[in-house]
Structure formats: structure tokens, C-alpha cells
């Protein structure tokens, strides 16, 4: 059964103070694994997608990197504008479009 | 380029009516897809349609249904209303390139109360 775990379930950093982001996942053939934002209340904001093993992609203080069991989101010198819920998810060959995602990490970061 | 909108943004009703949601994808866009986000669940997909068809549900019972129209707007019938349908309703648009997966692009959701 394809599934995703997040972890850790909440992170509390202090401004500045850089740390990862864990996404583990089991899929039959992944097609794609997708990272994103959520405030509260709010839909998810798109942040990444990532396709295969090696690959990276980075925005502002966001990195993400992808390997062949799980994926990782770096924050670097994070704001208290980054404090957010981060959602990843994956779609697998033959899912037949829907996205399978994890619970979160609940990020919030101090001044 | 406006993004994925929904409507109503919030919406209240009582057990055993119907709600119906709507959503306009972004313009270009003709795969639609649907998911519920409850509290602590996470969000489990519903529903993808895509150039006017249904392609593909999730696990839910047949009182949650819906359709795309020919503008690939959609919208999404809840009938039968149960409590546990209480949720934040999430849709997402995407371009059907049929190749690498398509990036999902969501709304803001709409809000779900059953009372």
C-alpha cells in the first residue's frame, strides 16, 4: 500500500536556527513528490516537485532534496513567516491522479 | 493569472441535506481534483475529473458525487449530510500533460459544517 510519513509532527525553532524536515514514503513507482505550505484555514501552497533520486530544488530558504526512500526540506536561517504547516505528498504510475499525502510537520518559528 | 477559486467559502448545514461546492480551475487547466481535509486526517482525495469525465475516486460512498462542466469548472454534491462530513473541502486544478506527474494546484476550500 503506498503511503507517506512526515516527520517530526511539530518543530519549534528559533529564528535563524536551521534544521530538516523528513518525508518517508512507500510507493509502487513514483512519478512524482510534491512539497507544500499550509496556513492555517488556507488551502496548500505549491512549493516543489521533484521526480527522481538526486534531485534538488531550492526557493529562498527552502531546499528540497529527493532520495530513493524519502525526501528531505532543509530550512535555512528560518522567519517567523516561515511558520507553517508542510505537507508532502506523492503520486504514483498508475494512481490514476490523486496524490497521497502525509500528515505534516507543524513548523512554528520564533523571533 | 488568477489562481483556483471556491465557493462558498464557508458553508453551514444539518444532517441529511445536501451541499454542493464549486470550484473554477486555473484558466488552461482541465483536470479538476477533490479532497477532504478533516481534523487529524489529513487530506484524503475524492475525486479527479478530467475533459468533462469522472477518472478516478477515492474511498468514499456514492453520496459524494459531482461533475465538471464543459468550462472544466466543477462542483462537488455531498447528499445525505453525516456529522463526520464536517471537513475542509479542497480543489485543485492541474494541466493533464500525460507524462511526468502535474503539478496540483489547490484552492482556498470551503469550509464544511454539518450541525
Known amino acids: 500500500e503506498d503511503q507517506v510519513t512526515q516527520s517530526p509532527e511539530a518543530l519549534r525553532l528559533q529564528e535563524g536556527e536551521s534544521s530538516s524536515l523528513n518525508c518517508s514514503y512507500t510507493v509502487s513507482g513514483l512519478r512524482g513528490l510534491f512539497w507544500y505550505r499550509q496556513d492555517p484555514g488556507k488551502g496548500p501552497e505549491f512549493l516543489f516537485t521533484?521526480?527522481?533520486a538526486g534531485e534538488e530544488k531550492e526557493k529562498e530558504r527552502l531546499k528540497a532534496t529527493l532520495t530513493k526512500k524519502e525526501s528531505f526540506l532543509h530550512i535555512t536561517a528560518p522567519k517567523p513567516e516561515d511558520s507553517a504547516t508542510y505537507l508532502c505528498?506523492?503520486?504514483?504510475?498508475?494512481?490514476?491522479?490523486?496524490?497521497?499525502f502525509g500528515k505534516g510537520t507543524k513548523l512554528s518559528v520564533k523571533p | 493569472e488568477a489562481g483556483v477559486t471556491q465557493s462558498p467559502t464557508h458553508l453551514i448545514k444539518t444532517r441529511g441535506q445536501q451541499a454542493t461546492l464549486r470550484c473554477s480551475p486555473i484558466s488552461g487547466h482541465t483536470s479538476v481534483y477533490w479532497y477532504q481535509q478533516a481534523l487529524g486526517l489529513g487530506l484524503q482525495f475524492l475525486l479527479w475529473?478530467?475533459?468533462?469525465?469522472?477518472?478516478n475516486r477515492g474511498n468514499f460512498p456514492p453520496r459524494f458525487s459531482g461533475r465538471q462542466f464543459p468550462n472544466y469548472s466543477s462542483e462537488l454534491n455531498v447528499n445525505a449530510l453525516e456529522l463526520e462530513d464536517s471537513a475542509l473541502y479542497l480543489c485543485?486544478?492541474?494541466?493533464?500533460?500525460?507524462?511526468?506527474?502535474?503539478?496540483?494546484?489547490f484552492g482556498p476550500g470551503t469550509r464544511l459544517t454539518v450541525l
Open positions: 485543485a486544478s492541474s494541466p493533464r500533460t500525460g507524462g511526468v506527474a502535474d503539478t496540483q494546484y
Open positions: 505528498a506523492v503520486q504514483a504510475w498508475g494512481s490514476q491522479g490523486n496524490l497521497i
Open positions: 475529473y478530467d475533459e468533462g469525465e469522472e477518472r
Open positions: 521533484l521526480y527522481s
